[in-house]
Nanobody, 124 residues
Framework: QVQLVESGGGLVQAGGSLRLSCAAS????????MGWFRQAPGRERESVAA????????YYANSVKGRFTISRDNAKNTVYLQMNSLKPEDTAVYYC?????????????????WGPGTQVTVSS
């Protein structure tokens, strides 16, 4: 199995930036893609961004395009989410997940497993 641990969340003012990290361990050779999702209270988990582990191809939700950047460091088995121009509506628990394959499903919650999440709070 693959274990994931997120870090980097916190409290930031609107317009500020945060960088989230997600470190993978275990059977990391199984990873085909990794993604960031978020879930606000009372709402469903929604896709934020995803990246192919081999090609580096990326996907972004429309709500974060131009503000967030996903990247990976294969040597460190780590994926990052640079979040700029944060808005109060970005407030949520952010989760990273891993998937064995990259494909059209990458924007849905059909991932093999998830990390415990990290809280991001953006104040107005």
């Amino acid at each position: 199995q693959v274990q994931l641990v997120e870090s980097g969340g916190g409290l930031v003012q609107a317009g500020g930036s945060l960088r989230l990290s997600c470190a993978a361990s275990g059977r990391t050779f199984s990873i085909g893609a990794m993604g960031w999702f978020r879930q606000a209270p009372g709402r469903e988990r929604e896709s934020v961004a995803a990246i192919s582990w081999s090609s580096g191809n990326t996907y972004y939700a429309n709500s974060v395009k131009g503000r967030f950047t996903i990247s990976r460091d294969n040597a460190k088995n780590t994926v990052y989410l640079q979040m700029n121009s944060l808005k109060p509506e970005d407030t949520a628990v952010y989760y990273c997940g891993w998937n064995t394959h990259w494909g059209p499903h990458i924007s849905t919650p059909e991932y093999d497993d998830w990390g415990p999440g990290t809280q991001v709070t953006v104040s107005s």
